[in-house]
Each structure stands twice: as structure tokens, then as C-alpha cells.
């Protein structure tokens, strides 16, 4: 049984580059579906039953396009099959009041995409690497 | 008076004391003429002596008939006049002849009590078989003084009620009709005199309150209670409306009688239009200020969501710029020729400072825009700790510290922090080339207050661009001298001026600078 994929909701094409990059360079095993946008997220996240399986993690980038990574989040935790998904904030800025709201509303962890990617590899292929192998989270297919 | 005394046949009915002669008292009528006259009589020799007086004399001067017999005439003159009347009856009994009443003279008599009473005298010379006599017809002026005083008060009285311009000043009879009319009343009212006397002073309310009897309600109260006072709307001539302050009094006669009503209006309108438009101004400023307010928020928010955005969407390609450039160095650094790897680094350079460039201005506007504590905060505790932090930041710098103790403010602790962190790093910074490098912070009392200095023994600057050190971004030194951004002047004078304090900077090329500061709350604490 193949592992559960990693989704990376980002419309920057860049930074979904880095993190990319990031996750290749610490050899993250799982495959890693990307959405541009919240509704994509959405979408892939609660379409009808197609057999494909939950992610083990969500990396979420706070400031999406319409429908924010915030909007994102609480639809995951307000649905019972997703309420338990690992959530994965993601933010270009440490402003006070996005950490707040985004533990508030319910996120696992919070990560600041830095300047420079270097560091940002190790940290965001920990947390995959945290997510993924170390813990074990109630998922199963859809 | 005089002429309703016999006086063309004198010589036979005069009396004569001294000679005892009563002759002259040719009937019982004459004599009860002179003892019952209501005018006095006095009679007088050539020597100056009273010779005789009847009773209204007597009550006249307040003497007894046994006391003035023989009197010396002078004793019935006061003082100042006794001299030149002394001589005016030696004069007079050398020319005798009638002098009538009225000649202009002012006399004046002396009473027993000493009281000088106004007179009017005619004098008639009287020849009997022995002597010269002249008989002088005194009549009492008191009253006639009092009531000419009295016509010249009231004459002085109406001219300056008729000069009053700003006041209406009317009189009116007991039911209100109008008497007199001063020029304040034409002026207010419009109407000229000739226009309005006779007419009822209820012309000046409205149809409405005339309809309710307003007019007739406010005589009666002013005949029941002395006086009534009201402000309202009132008609001019011309129809217009003016408010009008009135008071309205009544006149009775010495018996009390009501014999009519004073009324003094004043037209208010001015005052009225005055208070209306300081109302007017106090409100429109009042919103003014509302409305300015309400434009600042906004601005702020303005400012703090473009700084937010700022940080955001600045920042994005700036991780593209370093990451790919970092990405680029490790994943073809075999590839890469020496030359390449080089801008490289100035690309991965330039994008840094760029992002240190954003934290200043995201900085900034928190210092502007937040809400900020007033908390006691230790200034000197604070100092300490950051020349603390510097000094191991710093581990091949010689520094010398001198910091007072007990310097306090209120504040907030956080702002202030940031201030003081960015004054001390300045002052490091700038006195890198000393050995050792001199830092202080102390106080001294100024008239706005506690003045605070950091001074240092470094490069200093040229006081001709003092006034750009505060400015955001502008920079007294080349970057390859003193390294910096430009944010940390501006951003302590923030948080000074957050703090009702100013900022002064003094410096000297090659002498050090000197930034002196005050901040409400600023003190010295004494410590036992």
C-alpha cells in the first residue's frame, strides 16, 4: 500500500517550487498533490468518493486567493472525516494576530515561510516527516 | 406778593417799635395783614436793626418775637454774604428806592439752627417823622428751589432716556397705552414717535399672543408683583420679527396709585444670532473634528494594512529571489564559473537588506499605529540589560558603559525598549572606531522635564543635516562606512513623540553625538 500523499495548498508558484524542492531535497517518500487555491483544496478534499485517500498532511498557505487558508481550515475541522487531518499553517509574515487566528482556528503547527528556503526545508520536511511516519493519525480512504 | 401789598401808601401804615408810633396801623385789616401774612416782614433802620417782624418771619428764621427786637440784621445772614450786604444797606439808605422781587439776586438768610435758606427779598424804603426804615418783604424759595431742582432732574432724566439707543425705553398708561417713545424705541421698533403714541403697547406681540392676551397677562403681573421680565418674539414695524428681552415695571404715585408702566426692551437678536452661530461653530467643529478623526483611523488602517500587505506580498518574490538563487548555488555549484557565484552573492545580498528594509518599515508602523500601555518602567534596569546584550554581541569591542541608576518613565515597556535598543546600537555602531568606545545615559532636569541623554565618543555628524536624522531612510554615512537602513532614528523619535516627549540630536565630525530625549512620566527615582 502505497503512502498517503502530501497536500500543499499554494498559489505562489515559487514558493510551491521551494517546497517542493525542500521535500525532494530530505527525500519525503510521499507523493505530493498540489491545489492553487482554497476551493481546489476544497474540491480534492470532499469529492465524492473516488477512492482516493486522505492526505497525511495539509500544508495550507494562509494567504490564498478568495477563499483564504483560514476558510480552508475551518471547513476541515467543521467536517467530521477531516476533523482529525494534520493542518500545516503557512505564512509569509510572523504577525501576531494570523498565529493567533490560525491556532484558534484550529491549526497543528504554524511555519513562517523564511527569507531563504535553507532552513525552511528541514523544517517543513520535518513536520512531513512528523506527520507522516512518526505519528499516527485515524486516516483511511475516503 | 409784593403787589398785593399796599405799599403806595406806606408812610401811614407802617409800624415803628422804636418810635412807638402805631399810627401807621390805620385799620384792623392792615395789621392783620402784616401779622397774619403768610410772607414775611421784616422791618430794618439805616444802622442795620431789625425794628420789627411778623410771625411768618419769625417761624421763617425759627426766632422768637422778644429775641429779633433790635436784632443786628447781619445776624440774619450767613457769613460769607454779611460784608456785602453790610455795605449794600448803607448803600441802599443813601438811594432809598423799591426794589422789587425777582432781580436776579441770589440771597440767602441764616436761621436760628444755622441753616441757609434761599430768599427772595423786595425792599421798600419807609419814612416816618423820626427815622428812615425799609421794609423788606421776604419770601421763602425753598420750595420753588426744590421744584425748579426737581423740573431740571426730570428735564435730565428724559434726555437721557431719549438717548439711550439700545435700549427701547417706554413708558405706558394703566391700560397700556404708549406715552412716551425714546430714540432706542424708533431704532428697535421702527416706528416713529408721532406714529405709535396713543397706540396699545400689545402692537408689538404677535397675532398668536395677542389672541392668548399675553400683553394684558403681563401688565397684570407687573401691577401685582412691581414688576415682570420675559424674553420673546416681538414685531417691528416693518412686520419683521426681533427677540426681545423685556422688563416691564410699575409707576404709582406717592399715594400708590397706578399711574402707569415702565418698559425697557432690548432687542436680543444679535446676541441671539451670536450664540446661534458659536452653537453652529461648536457643532461643525465638533463634527470637524469627528470627521478628521475618522480620516486619521482610516489612514492609520490605511497605513497598517499597506504595511501588513507590504510584508506579505513584498516578501513573496523576495523568497523567490534568494531561495532559487540559493537553490541555484547548491544544485550547479560544480557547474557555476567563479564569476557567476559572485553575483550570486549579490544577488542573495541585495535581496536581505531588501527584507531587512521591510521589517523597518513594518517596524515603523507598528510604533504609529498600535495602541500602546502606560506601565511604570525602569529606564536604568533597561539600559543595563541592553549594554549588556551589546557588549556580547560585540565580544572584540571595548566598550565602557556609564549608566545613572534610578532613571524612570511611564510608557510602554516594549516601545520604549525598541527606543532605547535602537539609540544604544547607534551609539555602538558609530564609535566602532574607538578604542575603548564611550557610552553614557543619564538625565538631567530641563524645563520641559527630565531630559534623557545617550551619548557616545564616536564619528558623530555635521549638525548641517541634524534635521535629516530623523527622517525614515535618510542616512548621514556611506553604507560602506556605518552599514544601516535609516529606520532607527525615525523610529525612536516615534516612539518618543508616542511617549509626549521630543528628540534632539547633537553632534560634532569626529566628536560623538549626543541624543537628548524627555518623555511624560520621566523622573528620577530615590531609593533609600
Known amino acids: 500500500m502505497s503512502l498517503p500523499p502530501l497536500l500543499l495548498v499554494e498559489d505562489n508558484r515559487q514558493d510551491e517550487m521551494m517546497i517542493i524542492r525542500a521535500f525532494k531535497k530530505v527525500a519525503l517518500a510521499n507523493d505530493i498533490v498540489v491545489c492553487r487555491d482554497g476551493q481546489q483544496a476544497l474540491d480534492y478534499l470532499f469529492q465524492p468518493d473516488d477512492g482516493t485517500p486522505l492526505p497525511a498532511v495539509v500544508v495550507l498557505d494562509i494567504g490564498l486567493p478568495r477563499l483564504s487558508g483560514l476558510d480552508v481550515l475551518a471547513k476541515i475541522r467543521e467536517t467530521p472525516a477531516t476533523a482529525l487531518l494534520p493542518v500545516v499553517l503557512l505564512t509569509s509574515s510572523d504577525e501576531e494576530q494570523d498565529k493567533l487566528q490560525g491556532y484558534r482556528s484550529g491549526a497543528n503547527s504554524f511555519v513562517r515561510k523564511p527569507v531563504a528556503f535553507g532552513d525552511f526545508a528541514e523544517t517543513v520536511a520535518s513536520l512531513g516527516l512528523y506527520w507522516t511516519a512518526i505519528n499516527k493519525t485515524p486516516s483511511g480512504t475516503k | ?528
Not at chain 2, 282 to 295: A, D, G, K, P, Y
Open chain 2, 1 to 528: 406778593m409784593s403787589s398785593d401789598l399796599p405799599h403806595g401808601s406806606s408812610e401811614s401804615w407802617l409800624p415803628n417799635p422804636k418810635d412807638n408810633d402805631q399810627s401807621i396801623f390805620n385799620t384792623n385789616l392792615l395789621e392783620a395783614l402784616y401779622h397774619r401774612a403768610s410772607d414775611a416782614y421784616l422791618l430794618v433802620d439805616g444802622d442795620g436793626i431789625v425794628r420789627g417782624a411778623n410771625q411768618s418771619l419769625l417761624d421763617l428764621f425759627g426766632y422768637r418775637r422778644e429775641e429779633i427786637d433790635n436784632f443786628p440784621l447781619e445776624r440774619l445772614i450767613p457769613v460769607p454774604f454779611r460784608q456785602k450786604h453790610a455795605d449794600y444797606v448803607l448803600d441802599y439808605f443813601k438811594r432809598p428806592a423799591l426794589r422789587s422781587m425777582g432781580s436776579g439776586l441770589a440771597l440767602f438768610g441764616l436761621s436760628s439752627d444755622n441753616q441757609a435758606i434761599p430768599l427772595d427779598i423786595s425792599l421798600e424804603p419807609v419814612k416816618t417823622a423820626s427815622s428812615h426804615l425799609a421794609i423788606a418783604h421776604v419770601r421763602d424759595r425753598r420750595n420753588e428751589m426744590q421744584q425748579a431742582d426737581q423740573f431740571k432732574l426730570a428735564e435730565m432724566f428724559r434726555l437721557l432716556v431719549e438717548g439711550v439707543a439700545d435700549h427701547a425705553i417706554v413708558l405706558l398708561d394703566p391700560e397700556g397705552r404708549i406715552t412716551t417713545w425714546n430714540s432706542g424705541a424708533e431704532r428697535n421698533k421702527g416706528y416713529t414717535a408721532d406714529e405709535i403714541i396713543g397706540r396699545n403697547f400689545s402692537v408689538f406681540y404677535t397675532a398668536e399672543e395677542r389672541d392668548l392676551g399675553r400683553p394684558q397677562a403681563e401688565l397684570a403681573h407687573a401691577r401685582d408683583q412691581g414688576s415682570v421680565s420675559s424674553e420673546g418674539w416681538r414685531i417691528k414695524k416693518d412686520g419683521s420679527p426681533f427677540w426681545a428681552s423685556v422688563s416691564l415695571t410699575a409707576l404709582r404715585d406717592a399715594g400708590g396709585e397706578l399711574i402707569g408702566f415702565a418698559k425697557i426692551t432690548r432687542d436680543e437678536s444679535e446676541r441671539m444670532e451670536k450664540e446661534r452661530q458659536i452653537r453652529e461653530l461648536n457643532t461643525s467643529l465638533e463634527h470637524r473634528v469627528i470627521e478628521r478623526t475618522r480620516q486619521l483611523l482610516n489612514a492609520n488602517n490605511e497605513l497598517e494594512s499597506f504595511a501588513y500587505a507590504v510584508s506579505h506580498d513584498l516578501r513573496a518574490p523576495l523568497r523567490a529571489i534568494l531561495g532559487f538563487s540559493r537553490a541555484l548555488e547548491e544544485d550547479f555549484a560544480d557547474s557555476l564559473p567563479e564569476g557567476a557565484r559572485r553575483f550570486l552573492e549579490e544577488i542573495k545580498e541585495a535581496g536581505i537588506r531588501m527584507s531587512d528594509l521591510i521589517d523597518g518599515i513594518l517596524q515603523l508602523s507598528r510604533v504609529t499605529g498600535e495602541e500602546h500601555r502606560a506601565e511604570p518602567v525602569d529606564l536604568s534596569e533597561l539600559a543595563v540589560r541592553i549594554a549588556d546584550d551589546l557588549s556580547k554581541a560585540w565580544p572584540d569591542r571595548a566598550i565602557v558603559w556609564t549608566i545613572e541608576p534610578g532613571l524612570a518613565c511611564k510608557g510602554d515597556r516594549r516601545l520604549i525598549e525598541l527606543m532605547l535598543r535602537n539609540l544604544f546600537d547607534n551609539a555602538v555602531k558609530y564609535s566602532a572606531q574607538r578604542h575603548p568606545a564611550e557610552i553614557e545615559f543619564f538625565a538631567e532636569p530641563a524645563p520641559e522635564g527630565l531630559r534623557f541623554h545617550v551619548k557616545d565618543n564616536g564619528a558623530g555628524f555635521d549638525m548641517a543635516h541634524s534635521k535629516l536624522l530623523f527622517s525614515p531612510f535618510q542616512r548621514l554615512h556611506r553604507q560602506d562606512e556605518f552599514p544601516g537602513l535609516g529606520i532607527g532614528l525615525a523610529t525612536v523619535q516615534r516612539v518618543v513623540r508616542r511617549h509626549g516627549g521630543e528628540i534632539a540630536g547633537f553632534g560634532r565630525l569626529g566628536q560623538g553625538a549626543d541624543f537628548s530625549f524627555t518623555l511624560s512620566g520621566g523622573h528620577r527615582e530615590f531609593r533609600p
